[in-house]
């Protein structure tokens, strides 16, 4: 079931709406925000995803994170 | 035969009691604005031009054969071809959002000249409608015409009959802001904050830049709009006066959420004119130099004059001088198909002076600049690549501003959602949060462009978003204005290979 949401990657300079699906992971979402912001963010690792000011654990899925529509994330990346 | 001075005030100040209706008939608080108060309140009310309809109208007219002279002697299409590319492109940003955007001023002007409380405050609004018909006329018949040069300029007539994302913005902004206002508000937030303010950034910032960039017509033009500006602008300062007497908290609120829309608004139409698209050596001065002497000065000086307080938010708003144009430019360039001119990569000389001018973020901006240049040096330059240098994914927007979620930083966007009565939306900022909550009535069932994307409203795909829903076409869609071919760029390849 796809999910739009806001993503803010670190670095970057707009907000993007992804389409997750309820079943990615925060890893494969952080990736996704990631590609679509590769024109202006150099890509880093580690990616961390940061939701209602937590960092959540990569492996959790969207539907398990409790992600609902049109909801924001963040993407720090690069070391801490 | 009555003298100037005798028959002058019966032709612009002539009020009487009614007595078929009331007072509140005539004037309804809806329509001619808060706090609702007897004409008694009202009857000082007084400005210091103090024009009759025959002064006026031989003064435009001295006015406009000047303008003529100098489209003849100057404006011309080949005197248009010799500008600079970036300069020319930022003459189709103001040759869109200009004249339609002045001729919404017709109608809150006419709204004053109606429902204005005193009748020499409505017969200035008349004058100030006139005023605006000219600024809407006068752009249209000089940018119009280029488009026998350039195709782009026939957005000049075109800009606000699309839903182009800007349009979106722009028009959200003056059907508030002017078209469907009250004339109370209305001339609160025209004459006092955009006109006794921002549009300095247009008529004096631009003028200026325009003479540098020997636009000799754009320079006259908006000169000329701006003695206009500075005649009705009178309106507002003694409607300011009477509403701070009776209601300051209210006084406050609508200088403070105007302020902030101005700045949202004008951060993009002016920041981007003289901070990018204005060729390196003819810079006088940076965007938030002129922010500071023209608009932040001037701001605080009318404060004071009126009693009132800085803006919650100035901090924030001093801030965001240092960036927020900034973001917007990056975004907007990797976006640039979606709007209806060129945009140009800041080179290295351009970042080091950008570097100068806005030292505190700079470094994350100038990582930005890096990564897109390092695409374009991938790729190779020319038209067939300007795609492969674009953003594909779908960029968001504030529910209040309806312009890009670029707020904050590259390192912390200020972007916040809230759930208000069960729907959710996203501000750009606390500021733009703030002026939703303060009437959410007033901005809740207005969409935003993802929300209609999401809503099957608009197209999802970039191609049929372009054509379809922004009515741009392959010819008109902004590119990169050297198609990413830059002298600087190449010796960087050279070098590297």
Same mark, same amino acid.
């Given at each position: 079931?796809?999910?739009?949401?806001?993503?803010?990657?670190?670095?970057?300079?707009?907000?993007?709406?992804?389409?997750?699906?309820?079943?990615?992971?925060?890893?494969?979402?952080?990736?996704?925000?990631?590609?679509?912001?590769?024109?202006?963010?150099?890509?880093?690792?580690?990616?961390?995803?940061?939701?209602?000011?937590?960092?959540?654990?990569?492996?959790?899925?969207?539907?398990?994170?409790?992600?609902?529509?049109?909801?924001?994330?963040?993407?720090?990346?690069?070391?801490? | 035969?009555?003298?100037?001075?005798?028959?002058?005030?019966?032709?612009?100040?002539?009020?009487?009691?009614?007595?078929?209706?009331?007072?509140?008939?005539?004037?309804?608080?809806?329509?001619?604005?808060?706090?609702?108060?007897?004409?008694?309140?009202?009857?000082?009310?007084?400005?210091?031009?103090?024009?009759?309809?025959?002064? $006026?109208?031989?003064?435009?007219?001295?006015?406009?054969?000047?303008?003529?002279?100098?489209?003849?002697?100057?404006?011309?299409?080949?005197?248009?071809?010799?500008?600079?590319?970036?300069?020319?492109?930022?003459?189709?940003?103001?040759?869109?959002?200009?004249?339609?955007?002045?001729?919404?001023?017709?109608?809150?002007?006419?709204?004053?000249?109606?429902?204005?409380?005193?009748?020499?405050?409505?017969?200035?609004?008349?004058?100030?409608?006139?005023?605006?018909?000219?600024?809407?006329?006068?752009?249209?018949?000089?940018?119009?015409?280029?488009?026998?040069?350039?195709?782009?300029?026939?957005?000049?007539?075109?800009?606000?009959?699309?839903?182009?994302?800007?349009?979106?913005?722009?028009?959200?902004?003056?059907?508030?802001?002017?078209?469907?206002?009250?004339?109370?508000?209305?001339?609160?937030?025209?004459?006092?904050?955009?006109?006794?303010?921002?549009?300095?950034?247009?008529?004096?910032?631009?003028?200026?830049?325009?003479?540098?960039?020997?636009?000799?017509?754009?320079?006259?033009?908006?000169?000329?709009?701006?003695?206009?500006?500075?005649?009705?602008?009178?309106?507002?300062?003694?409607?300011?006066?009477?509403?701070?007497?009776?209601?300051?908290?209210?006084?406050?609120?609508?200088?403070?959420?105007?302020?902030?829309?101005?700045?949202?608004?004008?951060?993009?139409?002016?920041?981007?004119?003289?901070?990018?698209?204005?060729?390196?050596?003819?810079?006088?001065?940076?965007?938030?130099?002129?922010?500071?002497?023209?608009?932040?000065?001037?701001?605080?000086?009318?404060?004071?004059?009126?009693?009132?307080?800085?803006?919650?938010?100035?901090?924030?708003?001093?801030?965001?001088?240092?960036?927020?144009?900034?973001?917007?430019?990056?975004?907007?360039?990797?976006?640039?198909?979606?709007?209806?001119?060129?945009?140009?990569?800041?080179?290295?000389?351009?970042?080091?002076?950008?570097?100068?001018?806005?030292?505190?973020?700079?470094?994350?901006?100038?990582?930005?600049?890096?990564?897109?240049?390092?695409?374009?040096?991938?790729?190779?330059?020319?038209?067939?690549?300007?795609?492969?240098?674009?953003?594909?994914?779908?960029?968001?927007?504030?529910?209040?501003?309806?312009?890009?979620?670029?707020?904050?930083?590259?390192?912390?966007?200020?972007?916040?959602?809230?759930?208000?009565?069960?729907?959710?939306?996203?501000?750009?900022?606390?500021?733009?949060?703030?002026?939703?909550?303060?009437?959410?009535?007033?901005?809740?069932?207005?969409?935003?462009?993802?929300?209609?994307?999401?809503?099957?409203?608009?197209?999802?795909?970039?191609?049929?978003?372009?054509?379809?829903?922004?009515?741009?076409?392959?010819?008109?869609?902004?590119?990169?204005?050297?198609?990413?071919? $830059?002298?600087?760029?190449?010796?960087?390849?050279?070098?590297?290979?």
């Amino acid at each position: 079931m796809p999910v739009p949401l806001y993503g803010f990657l670190q670095g970057d300079t707009v907000g993007l709406l992804i389409l997750a699906d309820d079943g990615d992971t925060l890893e494969a979402l952080a990736r996704k925000l990631q590609a679509a912001a590769s024109l202006r963010v150099a890509a880093r690792d580690p990616l961390r995803v940061v939701y209602h000011d937590k960092i959540m654990d990569p492996a959790m899925t969207v539907a398990q994170a409790g992600f609902e529509a049109l909801d924001r994330f963040d993407v720090l990346s690069g070391s801490k | 035969m009555l003298t100037r001075e005798e028959w002058l005030p019966l032709a612009r100040k002539l009020d009487w009691d009614y007595s078929y209706v009331r007072e509140d008939e005539v004037f309804p608080e809806v329509i001619s604005g808060r706090p609702w108060l007897p004409h008694s309140e009202w009857k000082d009310w007084e400005e210091s031009f103090k024009t009759s309809y025959r002064e $006026y109208v031989d003064n435009q007219y001295e006015k406009d054969m000047a303008v003529q002279a100098v489209h003849d002697a100057v404006g011309r299409i080949e005197n248009v071809e010799k500008l600079a590319l970036p300069w020319l492109n930022s003459l189709k940003v103001h040759a869109a959002a200009l004249p339609l955007a002045e001729f919404t001023g017709v109608v809150g002007n006419l709204r004053g000249a109606r429902f204005g409380r005193d009748s020499a405050w409505r017969t200035m609004a008349t004058f100030g409608a006139l005023d605006e018909y000219r600024h809407t006329q006068i752009p249209l018949l000089l940018f119009h015409p280029l488009l026998r040069l350039d195709s782009q300029f026939d957005w000049a007539h075109k800009f606000y009959h699309t839903n182009n994302w800007f349009a979106v913005a722009a028009r959200h902004f003056f059907d508030e802001l002017t078209v469907g206002q009250n004339a109370i508000e209305f001339h609160i937030a025209t004459n006092v904050v955009l006109e006794t303010g921002f549009t300095n950034l247009q008529f004096v910032g631009l003028a200026s830049l325009a003479r540098e960039s020997s636009d000799h017509m754009f320079e006259r033009m908006v000169t000329s709009i701006q003695t206009d500006e500075a005649r009705h602008a009178q309106i507002g300062h003694p409607v300011l006066a009477t509403v701070m007497k009776h209601d300051p908290k209210y006084a406050q609120y609508l200088v403070d959420k105007w302020f902030w829309r101005n700045w949202r608004l004008f951060s993009i139409l002016t920041g981007l004119s003289i901070d990018y698209l204005t060729a390196l050596d003819q810079r006088p001065y940076s965007f938030k130099e002129f922010m500071e002497e023209w608009i932040i000065d001037q701001f605080l000086r009318t404060l004071d004059e009126f009693g009132l307080e800085k803006p919650w938010y100035w901090d924030l708003l001093l801030d965001e001088l240092d960036i927020y144009h900034h973001m917007i430019y990056a975004s907007a360039y990797s976006y640039r198909a979606t709007l209806w001119f060129n945009f140009v990569i800041p080179g290295p000389a351009e970042r080091k002076w950008l570097r100068q001018k806005y030292p505190k973020y700079w470094d994350d901006m100038d990582a930005v600049w890096e990564q897109i240049s390092e695409r374009w040096r991938t790729v190779g330059p020319g038209p067939a690549n300007e795609f492969a240098v674009h953003g594909t994914a779908m960029p968001t927007f504030c529910d209040l501003c309806q312009l890009p979620l670029s707020a904050g930083t590259p390192r912390k966007n200020t972007a916040r959602v809230l759930v208000h009565e069960g729907r959710k939306y996203i501000f750009c900022s606390e500021p733009c949060q703030w002026i939703f909550l303060r009437e959410p009535e007033r901005y809740a069932s207005h969409t935003d462009i993802v929300k209609r994307v999401l809503s099957g409203e608009a197209p999802a795909q970039l191609p049929n978003l372009l054509t379809e829903y922004f009515n741009l076409t392959p010819d008109t869609w902004g590119k990169d204005v050297h198609s990413g071919d $830059y002298e600087w760029l190449r010796a960087r390849k050279d070098s590297a290979a």
